[in-house]
């Protein structure tokens, strides 16, 4: 690493722009009208599989009961089943439901598509493109390292 770049400095800029960056492509607004707190357990459930209510309470750090709100608002409008675990009959698992899919999906394609009118307004030259293009992979291995 070039001496003159310092790593803390280089964590608080990264932290600064991507939060903006994040904190700005959450505030697009899809159909379907999730919440914060129902967009993410429906992502965690995406992602995860299907798991138990409290185990995602304890992935968010909320309280069972919020969590228990946020998933009866999912499971009315059809986003979320509960079933029997497979292995354990007595616990309840949720699972995503396909519309819950497609939600995501939609709300994904929003964001990609308000940073795709943000890349290509005439504010980037294609050099800088060709920077943030080559940024991406970076900026994901950094999370993973987190």
């Not at 379907?32 to 299907?50: D, K, Q, Y």
């Not at 899919?101 to 943000?118: C, G, H, P, V």
């Not at 294609?126 to 999370?143: G, K, S």
């Amino acid at each position: 690493m070039n001496d003159a770049l310092d790593p803390a400095a280089v964590a608080a800029s990264l932290l600064t722009g991507v939060g903006a960056l994040v904190r700005r492509a959450r505030q697009v607004p899809t159909g379907g009208g999730l919440t914060m707190p129902e967009r993410t357990a429906l992502s965690l459930l995406n992602r995860a599989g299907p798991t138990t209510s409290s185990a995602l309470a304890r992935q968010v750090q909320i309280t069972a009961q919020a969590m228990g709100a946020t998933l009866a608002g999912l499971r009315e409008r059809g986003l979320v089943d509960r079933g029997r675990d497979p292995d354990d009959g007595r616990r309840v698992v949720l699972t995503v439901t396909e519309a819950g899919r497609r939600a995501l999906e939609d709300k994904r394609n929003a964001r990609t598509e308000q940073i795709t009118r943000a890349l290509t307004s005439g504010a980037f030259t294609p050099a800088e493109l060709e920077q943030l293009a080559a940024a991406a992979p970076l900026l994901d291995r950094l999370a993973q390292a987190v």
